[in-house]
């Protein structure tokens, strides 16, 4: 059953180039509600943590440099069946791919610099929002 919750993060890329209030009405635009927030920096350490389902690829090691490499918007958003609607808004990893009126498209640069992150299951959802949020950071 699809839940009501999903993780974002605005990328160190989108953040560096003034994307952040853009996504963020975009994501308000949608229909999301944000419950948590924050600007953060993720350490080399946390990001590994985060993104350790990927070790083993070889593009690990770029992407914990990348994701430790500047500030980061993270944010749980709410709307009925989140993942799957996020995933929609979001657009396909590679912009070039990404459909028009999308996240991706409007603000992604490449594969690697591609503006958000977004959660691509519940389980994984709820997983990574408590990576980032105790449960008094979390307003519904």
Do not use: C, Q, W
């Amino acid at each position: 059953m699809a839940t009501n919750r999903t993780l974002t993060m605005i990328k160190p890329d989108a953040v560096r180039n003034g994307h952040i209030g853009g996504i963020l009405e975009m994501i308000n635009a949608a229909g999301f509600r944000i419950v948590a927030m924050k600007y953060t920096k993720l350490s080399p350490e946390k990001a590994g943590e985060f993104y350790a389902v990927h070790a083993a690829r070889p593009f690990y090691g770029e992407l914990v440099e990348f994701m430790s490499g500047g500030p980061i918007v993270a944010a749980i958003l709410e709307k009925d069946n989140a993942v799957e609607e996020f995933r929609k808004l979001i657009g396909a990893t590679n912009p070039a791919d990404a459909a028009e009126g999308t996240i991706r498209k409007k603000y992604a640069t490449s594969i690697g610099e591609n503006a958000v992150h977004g959660s691509d299951s519940d389980e994984n959802a709820a997983i990574e929002g408590s990576f980032h949020f105790a449960g008094t950071e979390i307003f519904a």
